[in-house]
């Protein structure tokens, strides 16, 4: 088998076409992409799971220690696991199961929702990650 | 009976067309293309708005963007629908960007810039809208460096096409309509 050399069709069809500027653009745009995601990434753990039933707050209990809570719903009970610093939906009478496929929350800001049973897991920080978000 | 109504057109409204609808058949080769995350697509009808740009200036690539945009979305069946309006959005901050970026010293600057400056634009315009109209959740921050990085790889690609399309095209093509 023939070696394939991709070098050649890179120096042939692609450096020509870029320019002193070209380069400085890409390096503009790789520092933009690698801060925008060290920063809308920085992955800060949660503490606590804020539980709501209806709109309103149910418990807000901390994720250090293992528990099952059942929260009532219109619906039935939904139960909400806590575990490892995780949680999640773990049964929830609603026909899709939705939040329950979801799986475990791990970070701040992360959150699970049973819409027809109104209930919600939302994972919160020490601090609001974002109070707006502007472009 | 028959009415044959004539509608005025000149030589440019033909060519915008013409480049237009070389665009909008980009975009629908691109639609078959699967995407991993919908909105990161490669944006090949960006590269007829990029050498139209080089070529006749930002006023005719505005056109054949817009075009594009409004005639595609008749094709596809989403016209005013919220895929239009992003799509819109991200034309109208492209073509923003591509009137401040053309003016970048030419010896220095060429189509790969003009692209990736337009890709990011485009991604921010459809990020506001998603974010101001449809998702109005702080969760879709999480999605932004995806896209940002897209932008990045294929506004790179689009240019190098581009240049490499206008550094090698002949002759004929590249007739001004007179």
């Given at each position: 088998?023939?070696?394939?050399?991709?070098?050649e069709?890179?120096r042939?069809d692609v450096?020509?076409?870029?320019?002193?500027?070209d380069w400085l653009?890409l390096?503009?745009?790789g520092i933009?992409v690698?801060?925008l995601a060290?920063t809308?990434?920085n992955g800060?753990?949660?503490?606590?799971a804020?539980?709501?039933?209806?709109g309103?707050?149910?418990?807000e209990?901390?994720l250090?220690?293992?528990?099952?809570?059942?929260?009532p719903?219109p619906?039935?009970?939904?139960?909400?696991?806590?575990?490892?610093?995780?949680?999640?939906?773990?049964?929830?009478?609603?026909?899709?199961q939705?939040?329950v496929?979801?799986?475990?929350?791990?970070?701040?800001?992360?959150?699970?929702?049973c819409?027809?049973?109104?209930?919600?897991?939302?994972?919160?920080?020490s601090?609001?990650?974002?109070?707006?978000?502007?472009? | 009976?028959t009415t044959t109504?004539?509608?005025?057109s000149?030589?440019?409204?033909?060519?915008?067309?013409?480049m237009?609808?070389?665009a909008?058949?980009l975009?629908?080769?691109?639609?078959?293309?699967?995407?991993?995350?919908p909105?990161?697509?490669?944006?090949l009808?960006?590269?007829?708005t990029?050498?139209?740009l080089?070529?006749?200036?930002?006023?005719?690539?505005?056109w054949?963007?817009l075009?594009r945009v409004?005639?595609g979305?008749?094709?596809?069946?989403?016209?005013?629908?919220?895929?239009?309006?992003?799509?819109?959005?991200g034309?109208?901050?492209?073509?923003i960007?591509l009137?401040?970026?053309?003016?970048?010293?030419?010896r220095?600057f060429?189509?790969v810039?003009?692209s990736?400056?337009a890709?990011f634009?485009?991604?921010?315009?459809?990020?506001a809208m998603v974010?101001?109209?449809?998702i109005?959740?702080?969760g879709?921050?999480?999605?932004?460096p995806?896209?940002?990085?897209?932008?990045?790889v294929?506004g790179?690609?689009?240019g190098?096409?581009?240049?490499?399309?206008?550094n090698?095209a002949?002759e004929?093509?590249?007739?001004?309509?007179s």
């Amino acid at each position: 088998m023939r070696p394939v050399n991709w070098h050649e069709p890179l120096r042939a069809d692609v450096l020509p076409h870029l320019k002193p500027g070209d380069w400085l653009t890409l390096l503009l745009g790789g520092i933009c992409v690698v801060v925008l995601a060290l920063t809308l990434w920085n992955g800060e753990l949660a503490d606590r799971a804020v539980i709501r039933s209806g709109g309103k707050i149910f418990r807000e209990v901390p994720l250090s220690r293992d528990q099952q809570i059942e929260v009532p719903g219109p619906l039935g009970t939904s139960v909400v696991t806590i575990e490892k610093r995780k949680a999640r939906i773990s049964s929830d009478p609603s026909p899709r199961q939705y939040c329950v496929r979801q799986g475990w929350l791990q970070q701040a800001g992360e959150i699970a929702i049973c819409l027809p049973n109104e209930v919600s897991v939302e994972l919160a920080g020490s601090r609001k990650k974002y109070d707006s978000l502007n472009y | 009976m028959t009415t044959t109504i004539k509608l005025d057109s000149s030589a440019e409204d033909h060519h915008i067309a013409r480049m237009a609808a070389v665009a909008l058949g980009l975009a629908v080769l691109e639609n078959a293309i699967p995407s991993p995350l919908p909105g990161v697509k490669p944006g090949l009808a960006n590269i007829v708005t990029l050498i139209v740009l080089a070529r006749y200036g930002w006023r005719v690539a505005a056109w054949v963007s817009l075009l594009r945009v409004v005639a595609g979305s008749l094709l596809f069946g989403n016209f005013l629908a919220p895929g239009f309006f992003l799509s819109l959005s991200g034309a109208v901050l492209s073509l923003i960007v591509l009137a401040a970026a053309q003016h970048l010293p030419s010896r220095w600057f060429g189509p790969v810039s003009h692209s990736i400056y337009a890709a990011f634009a485009h991604i921010a315009g459809q990020m506001a809208m998603v974010y101001l109209w449809l998702i109005p959740h702080a969760g879709i921050a999480y999605l932004i460096p995806i896209f940002a990085a897209a932008a990045l790889v294929f506004g790179a690609v689009n240019g190098v096409i581009a240049a490499r399309f206008m550094n090698t095209a002949v002759e004929g093509f590249s007739a001004k309509p007179s």
